[in-house]
């Protein structure tokens, strides 16, 4: 079962292989074992939360994390015009299994990396309250709520339009640490779930 990702927008471009270089003596601190794979791409397993400033958690139902380079970035049919430049490279940190500890541990986790890395948050949907009976991607209640949201909580949460196929259009909110440090302090604070065909897992 799949659990919540994010990608990670960095506006200096750096090679995949220099960053992993910069992480994972990082992950090691705090991850047993940080396993790479045959791209680069790296699996690891969080053990100790405290370095992401998490009391100790639950072990129980705490799934593998992933560390991969997202080849789509840039993309043509995205809109970055909220931004003084689009991005021109993308990371993907995401959870191998879905449930609150994973969510947690995977806001935290972005949270760090996107300090480490200079990085913008691209939470591959768009964020509000719960989602309420009904709902869908292209609901207008989800964008009411969405816009209700990044109104009301510090830092910078942007609308980035793209291709949803058939010729549609839709949104998905990128933000800032402060942002993301404030959206995992809120009580409704959740991810997004990866799903068969959404951005991050498009390739």
């Not at 560390?67 to 490279?89: G, H, K, M």
């Not at 949907?125 to 209700?148: F, I, M, Q, S």
């Amino acid at each position: 079962m799949s659990g919540p990702a994010v990608g990670l927008r960095l506006f200096e471009a750096r090679g995949f292989a220099d960053i992993v270089a910069d992480v994972v003596p990082w992950l090691e601190t705090f991850c047993a074992p940080v396993e790479a794979r045959a791209r680069g791409d790296g699996d690891f397993w969080v053990r100790d939360g405290s370095t992401l400033g998490l009391k100790a958690f639950d072990p129980v139902g705490v799934g593998v994390f992933f560390l991969s380079e997202d080849e789509e970035i840039p993309a043509e049919d995205e809109d970055y015009s909220a931004f003084s430049r689009p991005p021109v490279q993308g990371l993907v940190v995401g959870a191998g299994c879905s449930g609150p500890v994973n969510h947690i541990l995977l806001g935290h986790l972005a949270l760090a990396l996107a300090h480490r890395l200079d990085a913008l948050v691209d939470f591959d949907g768009l964020l509000g309250g719960r989602p309420a009976a009904g709902d869908d991607t292209g609901n207008e209640a989800v964008l009411a709520r969405a816009r209700a949201l990044a109104s009301a909580l510090p830092g910078r949460l942007a609308e980035v339009a793209y291709d949803t196929g058939g010729g549609g259009r839709w949104l998905r909110h990128v933000g800032d640490v402060e942002f993301l440090q404030a959206w995992l302090e809120h009580p409704d604070s959740h991810l997004i779930k990866s799903r068969p065909g959404v951005h991050l897992l498009r390739k």
